[in-house]
């Protein structure tokens, strides 16, 4: 029998659980999640030529600046998680905030950007597969490379359908080999840099990198940058999705999320650095030239730097980085739909839990293979020309909701008193929010008219970045209109599934009611 929990007007209940698997994971997990969710080598390799390609040496304060709105929405995800350990997260948190209109439209974002992202990811492992044993041919082929990407999406998914723990498990191995090789390349190449063994393009690493108000920096570089940045720290929130879970749900994933924000910065920082430094930047900056090195930023510096077998190690790790990536996203993209079904703003069917794995059923499989479709529509849409707008493109999407989070906790908590509350859960929250939806929407102005220079592909005379940005976003609008025609739509729409959150905070913390007996069955 499956398992389903669609919550209904009559239950007065605050929490209620969706029939997974209660206290499968802690606090080093949940981590491990939250960071390999995030995909450190893959994120570098994908988004850290955009970010050079924008603003040149200043790469590492747009890393550092990048940081302070994912803490401060970090800050939010944890105060709202204390009150509401939904695996809805920020799709629930709206809702009760904004209504639940702002609400579908937010489970909507995070699905869509998760979809796309995993478009992203394939083509990395499809073609790291191939490089990694030396077939460059069938790494260059975008039949091969699609038909690789799409069987690790199918196998990431299986073992997301299968258990969090065997997911848990298979993110520690994981990125302890990414963050491990990523450690050595950034001590070779920092060694080589002070060495003087680095080459001619080598520069030692500087304070003015450091200086975001140096010679050349525009406003338009700046959002740009920020947009880019943001994309590599995007994926921390899987740890509070899993929150359901874990052990203490209600502490365990926002102290993961805010630790695991943290580790990116130290990560990225070094990294950064070390890559810079070792290749310089500029048109003949091995690896970060603004031409070339959206698709690939690190290849060239680890080959010169770790020499043939260490470059293998490099494509391992890439490859490691973004097989864990699509696992992990596919993971909080399923629970998102979940709680969305449980709560009627979906079919009841996405609602279906293995009554064995104790994992979403329908919600996990429907994930993995939309985003096989988008994937392969992707790669030969302008023959894979819109996968290198996908990055950006998601950004708008982040920007969205993350920033809708830090404004829901704003909302939840603008009745509390003392300072650490005042500046945790609200104040550094909303401005996290700002951040985000400013630089999102000063992005989108900018990606709106295509840059031939830049080589900007168009759809329908505009920018490609937009369309997949934004427009992804808008066409949640006739879903959701036509969602609300379905009688369980209905319900969800005027309030009867689901509280706000004047009355979530009003009436306390969860009941006392044990879990079991708040699953509904059938």
Same mark, same amino acid.
């Given at each position: 029998?499956?398992?389903?929990?669609?919550?209904?007007?009559?239950?007065?209940?605050?929490?209620?659980?969706?029939?997974?698997?209660?206290?499968?994971?802690?606090?080093?997990?949940?981590?491990?999640?939250?960071?390999?969710?995030?995909?450190?080598?893959?994120?570098?390799?994908?988004?850290?030529?955009?970010?050079?390609?924008?603003?040149?040496?200043?790469?590492?304060?747009?890393?550092?600046?990048?940081?302070?709105?994912?803490?401060?929405?970090?800050?939010?995800?944890?105060?709202?998680?204390?009150?509401?350990?939904?695996?809805?997260?920020?799709?629930?948190?709206?809702?009760?905030?904004?209504?639940?209109?702002?609400?579908?439209?937010?489970?909507?974002?995070?699905?869509?950007?998760?979809?796309?992202?995993?478009?992203?990811?394939?083509?990395?492992?499809?073609?790291?597969?191939?490089?990694?044993?030396?077939?460059?041919?069938?790494?260059?082929?975008?039949?091969?490379?699609?038909?690789?990407?799409?069987?690790?999406?199918?196998?990431?998914?299986?073992?997301?359908?299968?258990?969090?723990?065997?997911?848990?498990?298979?993110?520690?191995?994981?990125?302890?080999?990414?963050?491990?090789?990523?450690?050595?390349?950034?001590?070779?190449?920092?060694?080589?840099?002070?060495?003087?063994?680095?080459?001619?393009?080598?520069?030692?690493?500087?304070? @003015?990198?450091?200086? #975001?108000?140096?010679?050349?920096?525009? %406003? *338009?570089?700046?959002?740009? !940058? /920020?947009?880019?940045?943001? $994309?590599?720290?995007?994926?921390?929130?899987?740890?509070?999705?899993?929150?359901?879970?874990?052990?203490?749900?209600?502490?365990?994933?926002?102290?993961?999320?805010?630790?695991?924000?943290?580790?990116?910065?130290?990560?990225?920082?070094?990294?950064?650095?070390?890559?810079?430094?070792?290749?310089?930047?500029?048109?003949?900056?091995?690896?970060?030239?603004?031409?070339?090195?959206?698709?690939?930023?690190?290849?060239?510096?680890?080959?010169?730097?770790?020499?043939?077998?260490?470059?293998?190690?490099?494509?391992?790790?890439?490859?490691?980085?973004?097989?864990?990536?699509?696992?992990?996203?596919?993971?909080?993209?399923?629970?998102?739909?979940?709680?969305?079904?449980?709560?009627?703003?979906?079919?009841?069917?996405? @609602?279906?839990?293995? #009554?064995?794995?104790?994992?979403?059923? %329908? *919600?996990?499989?429907?994930? !993995? /293979?939309?985003?096989?479709? $988008?994937?392969?529509?992707?790669?030969?849409?302008?023959?894979?020309?819109?996968?290198?707008?996908?990055?950006?493109?998601?950004?708008?999407?982040?920007?969205?909701?993350?920033?809708?989070?830090?404004?829901?906790?704003?909302?939840?908590?603008?009745?509390?008193?003392?300072?650490?509350?005042?500046?945790?859960?609200?104040?550094?929250?909303?401005?996290?929010?700002?951040?985000?939806?400013?630089?999102?929407?000063?992005?989108?102005?900018?990606?709106?008219?295509?840059?031939?220079?830049?080589?900007?592909?168009?759809?329908?005379?505009?920018?490609?970045?937009?369309?997949?940005?934004?427009?992804?976003?808008?066409?949640?609008?006739?879903?959701?209109?036509?969602?609300?025609?379905?009688?369980?739509?209905?319900?969800?729409?005027?309030?009867?599934?689901?509280?706000?959150?004047?009355?979530? %905070?009003?009436?306390?913390?969860?009941?006392?009611?044990?879990?079991?007996?708040?699953?509904?069955?059938?």
């Amino acid at each position: 029998m499956t398992t389903t929990a669609p919550p209904t007007s009559e239950s007065n209940q605050s929490f209620v659980s969706k029939g997974l698997k209660i206290g499968a994971i802690g606090l080093v997990s949940s981590i491990v999640i939250a960071v390999a969710s995030t995909a450190p080598a893959y994120s570098l390799t994908s988004a850290l030529g955009s970010v050079v390609g924008e603003v040149g040496t200043r790469a590492p304060i747009i890393i550092l600046l990048a940081f302070v709105p994912m803490l401060f929405i970090s800050y939010s995800y944890q105060a709202l998680n204390n009150v509401d350990p939904d695996c809805g997260t920020s799709f629930t948190w709206v809702a009760r905030a904004f209504g639940r209109r702002t609400g579908w439209i937010t489970g909507w974002v995070i699905v869509v950007a998760d979809v796309v992202v995993m478009a992203n990811l394939a083509f990395i492992a499809g073609s790291y597969t191939f490089s990694l044993f030396g077939a460059d041919g069938l790494a260059a082929s975008t039949f091969w490379s699609t038909l690789a990407g799409s069987i690790w999406i199918l196998l990431m998914t299986l073992i997301s359908w299968i258990g969090i723990e065997l997911s848990a498990r298979t993110q520690v191995i994981l990125l302890s080999l990414e963050l491990a090789i990523l450690a050595l390349l950034a001590i070779t190449a920092l060694t080589k840099v002070y060495t003087n063994s680095a080459g001619a393009l080598a520069i030692h690493p500087a304070w @003015a990198w450091f200086n #975001p108000f140096g010679h050349g920096m525009t %406003v *338009s570089a700046f959002s740009g !940058g /920020i947009l880019a940045a943001v $994309f590599i720290y995007w994926g921390w929130d899987s740890a509070v999705t899993v929150n359901e879970e874990t052990t203490n749900r209600r502490i365990t994933p926002g102290r993961a999320a805010v630790i695991s924000t943290v580790v990116l910065l130290i990560t990225y920082l070094v990294v950064t650095i070390a890559t810079q430094a070792y290749a310089g930047v500029g048109s003949n900056g091995i690896g970060l030239t603004s031409d070339s090195a959206s698709t690939d930023a690190l290849s060239g510096v680890g080959q010169a730097a770790l020499g043939t077998w260490g470059f293998k190690l490099l494509i391992l790790a890439v490859l490691s980085s973004s097989a864990a990536s699509a696992q992990t996203t596919i993971l909080p993209t399923a629970r998102t739909t979940l709680s969305m079904a449980a709560y009627k703003a979906l079919p009841r069917t996405f @609602a279906r839990v293995h #009554p064995r794995f104790m994992t979403p059923s %329908v *919600s996990t499989w429907a994930m !993995g /293979i939309v985003s096989i479709a $988008f994937y392969v529509a992707m790669t030969y849409i302008k023959d894979g020309g819109l996968l290198n707008d996908l990055i950006l493109a998601i950004g708008l999407q982040i920007a969205f909701y993350y920033g809708l989070t830090g404004f829901a906790s704003a909302f939840y908590f603008r009745y509390e008193r003392g300072a650490k509350s005042l500046w945790l859960k609200i104040i550094l929250p909303a401005l996290g929010g700002v951040i985000l939806l400013a630089a999102g929407v000063y992005s989108a102005y900018t990606f709106w008219a295509p840059s031939a220079d830049d080589g900007d592909v168009t759809i329908w005379g505009v920018g490609g970045k937009f369309v997949l940005g934004v427009g992804a976003i808008v066409i949640g609008i006739p879903l959701m209109i036509l969602w609300n025609l379905r009688p369980d739509g209905r319900q969800y729409f005027s309030g009867r599934t689901m509280r706000s959150a004047d009355d979530l %905070v009003r009436e306390g913390h969860e009941s006392d009611v044990p879990p079991e007996d708040r699953v509904i069955t059938g």
